[in-house]
Nanobody
Framework: QVQLEESGGGLVQTGGSLRLSCAIS????????VGWHRQAPGNERELVAF???????VYADSVKGRFTIFRESAYNMVYLQMNSLKPEDTGVYYC????????????WGQGTQVTVSS
């Protein structure tokens, strides 16, 4: 079992930066992929970026060049550095994990609010 806890959200002006943190506990050695997702009011949850245990990353087109996902070597912390923030980046950000041998994100944090003011 894996537990995840996000932190680092807040209120920032357009063009500003935030760094989100995801602390992973429990069987983090069994984690294969960690992804950051977000959900804006009235919208479906969307995948923003994910990182594989080997370090390769994938980003949504809407955040390429502005967001960076990276991790500690032990894979017990995953971060999302968000630069050049826009009002459309506003939402609740969740980190989630896929464990080896499973499919789909079965482990989720409680989320952290990011609000970008115009």
């Amino acid at each position: 079992q894996v537990q995840l806890e996000e932190s680092g959200g807040g209120l920032v002006q357009t063009g500003g930066s935030l760094r989100l943190s995801c602390a992973i506990s429990g069987d983090f050695f069994n984690v294969y992929i960690v992804g950051w997702h977000r959900q804006a009011p009235g919208n479906e949850r969307e995948l923003v970026a994910f990182i594989r245990r080997g370090g390769s990353t994938v980003y949504a087109d809407s955040v390429k060049g502005r967001f960076t996902i990276f991790r500690e070597s032990a894979y017990n912390m995953v971060y999302l550095q968000m630069n050049s923030l826009k009002p459309e980046d506003t939402g609740v950000y969740y980190c989630a994990a896929i464990e080896s041998g499973t499919s789909g994100y079965n482990n989720w944090g409680q989320g952290t609010q990011v609000t970008v003011s115009s």
